[in-house]
């Protein structure tokens, strides 16, 4: 009788521990698609979080550069120029970019 009390009691616990296994597979498997989600996410909300901090630094640059142009008179004139714009009697001249071939 004791022995078959032994047997029933190892085959008690591999059951048991056989359903913990199989609970813990099940839970992995149930969330293992939700932890990528959630990492596609964060890897979005990273490049996002990226593009707007460029978008800032580029909206503070445009805000300087106004604050010059109502300001400073001497960097309206540069910039005029480098568009191509020129005082009254004065004369600009274009050269065309040297592109390391010669033709002779």
Do not use: C, S
């Amino acid at each position: 009788m004791q022995q078959t009390e032994k047997y029933w009691n190892l085959i008690n616990r591999i059951v048991l521990a056989a359903i913990a296994v199989m609970a813990v597979v099940g839970v992995v498997l149930a969330f293992a698609p939700k932890v990528q989600q959630m990492q596609t996410y964060q890897n979005t909300r990273d490049t996002l979080q990226q593009r707007i901090e460029v978008a800032l630094v580029a909206e503070k640059e445009l805000k300087d550069k106004q604050q010059r142009f109502l300001t400073d008179p001497v960097y309206v004139e540069r910039v005029a120029h480098a568009v191509g714009y020129a005082h009254k009697d004065e004369i600009i001249y274009h050269f065309p970019e040297e592109t390391g071939e010669r033709n002779f």
